[in-house]
């Protein structure tokens, strides 16, 4: 689509991984995309005060994009900015003094004057909407993309014994010790559970504690087909998050014919639909029940394979992209 002013996106931010991903994904199917030529890095405090500077000088009649959270201090009316979630708001203890000022004095700002604010998902565009006092209707839900290596004719990665798998970064939120506490109510010796990326403290210190040494293994950081293969042979995802502004890791398990077991709140409702288990993530009985139900009932595996087949469907970039350019056209009509 060509439109009559130059597009500038935010290049900064591509990578493999969360923003990246979603940036790369944006950025690399959009020709009327020109890159941002600034050489810093884009989440560090001081950039708003780069970029702003960058902008008026290079970009003034520019529309300017960015797939994170970094908004410039002027020029508002031809920016569009992206939220995925209010994390550092949201959950204390990943917050800090320096993150609620940022987010409260710039970021906040910011999504009282763009015309446009692009999102991930309902529940984080109503709490972009409550945090910042705007109206809704200036913000774009576009939803998020699974990857093409996540799909159901991977390979299943082969384990000695039947596996659930925990997919995460070890942060707080992320609840995986509520996993692990889960799994040792079971008393299964039949299965065992696979952790991807490295070990932590906390985790550890548990696992020592409880003998789970031979039933709980980390395994390293995965490339996407090697995840992707991991999801197929696992028994279940377990993924009991506290907070999450859009859950990735229960779409692409579902895209893998995985059945998920994840937490009834915030967007994990609304990402997994009907095709998954939803469980309170602070009750490590009911974590435990799903863990069982998936191990002892066959027909509700095979029904969470297929809604999950169907869920996953809903989240492809092409979907994504298709709602960006139509944000993109809003901003020009404005």
Known sequence: MNYSRKIIFDARWLGPHGI??????????????????????????LDPFKLSLYLAFNHKNDIFLTPGYNPPLFNFKKTIITVHDLNHI????????????????????ACKKVP????????????????????????????????????????????SKPYFLIVG????HKNEISSLKAFKLLKNDEYKVLITGSASPELMDYINNES?????HFIGPQTDSEL???YKGAAALVFPSLYEGFGLPVVEAMSCGTPVITSNVSSLPEISGDAAILVNPLNINEIASAMNSIINDNSLKSELIEKGYKVSKHYNWDIVRAKVKDAITKMHNK
């Open 228 to 230: 992707a293969s991991l």
């Open 169 to 172: 970064n070890r942060k707080k």
């Open 90 to 109: 949201d959950v204390e203890h990943n917050s800090s003094y320096l993150k609620k000022i940022y987010y409260n004095l710039i970021l906040k700002r």
């Open 20 to 45: 990246g991903r979603f940036a790369k994904e944006i950025y690399d199917n959009n020709e009327s995309f020109k890159p941002l030529k600034l050489r810093s890095n884009p989440a560090s405090p």
């Open 116 to 159: 446009i604010i692009l999102t991930v998902s309902e529940f984080t565009k109503q709490r972009i909407v409550e945090w910042a006092n705007i109206k809704p209707t200036k913000v774009y839900v576009v939803g998020n993309g699974v990857s093409k290596e996540f799909n159901r004719d991977v390979k299943p990665f082969i384990y």
């Open 212 to 216: 789970l040494n031979d039933n709980v």
